[in-house]
């Protein structure tokens, strides 16, 4: 079965400066994508970035980029010049086949 | 462009109530559908998805049930609620193809006392 972990229950950055959020996968198939979200204290589901197995290029969206590496199955996000507004509950997300599968989240508080 | 709503926002039910949460999707057609429980500070847990009318998957066993009698609403329904029943619940839907990401509703918030 796949499985998701994010090993860091809860980080914290200073405004302005960069995190990495970590994310570890488990899985047998070789077709899937990845994905992180994020849920700010209204608890709405936003997508943040995605990105294709198949793809050797890490995705990028403006601050938020990934660090993706198959063979190890990690898949990291960091996000730059962090705001005030990122902070929030970050989940890591798998899906195959419509087969979806988040990991436990990681609390992102920012400090001005 | 689509939107996804879902209702009530709030809900609280006694012990032993039936439980009818409703789902709809607009601005798209044949989406796949599913249903997630988050309980306090915890990730999402899977509980159903559909790929089509009256085609439901369900990932985890328990009193809880999905159906989906058109193409855009999806409806999770209990006949006897538990107290373990109580979380965040979400809908979200997603383009028929495959491996496209998730977009999902504003979930309802269910209180079991």
């Known amino acids: 079965a796949q499985t998701v972990t994010q090993s860091q229950p809860e980080m914290s950055v200073q405004e302005a400066e960069t995190v990495t959020l970590s994310c570890t996968y488990d899985t047998s198939e070789s077709d899937y994508y990845l994905f992180w979200y994020k849920q700010p204290p209204s608890r709405q589901m936003i997508l943040v970035i995605r990105?294709?197995?198949?793809?050797?290029q890490n995705a990028t969206e403006n601050r938020f980029s990934v660090n993706f590496q198959k063979a190890a199955k990690s898949f990291s996000l960091k996000i730059s010049d962090s705001q005030l507004g990122d902070a929030a509950m970050y989940f890591c997300a798998y899906e195959s086949n419509n087969d979806m599968r988040f990991g436990a989240g990681t609390r992102l508080t920012v400090k001005p | 462009s689509q939107t996804i709503h879902q209702w009530p926002a709030t809900l609280v039910q006694p012990v032993g109530s039936p439980l009818s949460l409703e789902c709809t999707v607009e601005?798209?057609?044949?989406?796949?559908l599913y249903w997630y429980r988050q309980a306090a500070g915890r990730g999402l847990q899977l509980l159903f998805y559909?790929?089509?009318?009256?085609?439901i998957s369900s990932e985890v066993p328990q009193n809880l049930s999905a159906s989906r009698p058109q193409d855009r609403q999806f409806i999770l329904s209990s006949k006897k609620l538990l107290l373990s029943d109580s979380g965040f619940y979400l809908c979200a839907w997603s383009p028929g193809q495959r491996n496209q990401p998730q977009h999902f509703g504003d979930g309802t918030r269910l209180s079991i006392l």
């Open positions: 601005g798209t057609s044949n989406p796949n």
């Open positions: 559909s790929v089509g009318i009256g085609q």
């Open positions: 990105q294709e197995a198949y793809k050797q």
